[in-house]
């Protein structure tokens, strides 16, 4: 089965020579060699404000300093939110005692 067309084809018309694509919102022209990574980068930088995304590579995008650097729940904030999760969802009776020395078997 062929590959399907980019979407980034709908922003240009190949001319007949098949080397080169206009650009059908500011009539630049475009070489083609391989692929359309230059057309693409045409609308990226030329264009941004076009919806380009479906014409864009499919790339996770790379996390900011504010997500990677978030304040995360504390190990024992996350073990203690799975464990209370744990005891309501599967009905388990918790004893608690503030005895500490008292031994519950």
Known sequence: MPPLPSEVWKHFRKSADKSTASCLLCSATIQLHCGT????????????????????????????????????????????????????????????SADKTRNCE
């Open 37 to 96: 990574s230059n057309l693409r980068n045409h609308i990226n930088f030329k264009h941004p404000s076009v919806d380009n995304k479906k014409a864009s590579p499919d790339v996770s995008k790379q996390q900011t300093l504010h997500q990677v650097f978030a304040p995360r729940p504390s190990s024992s904030e996350t073990i203690n939110q799975a464990l209370a999760n744990f005891v309501v969802q599967a009905y388990v009776p918790m004893i608690y």
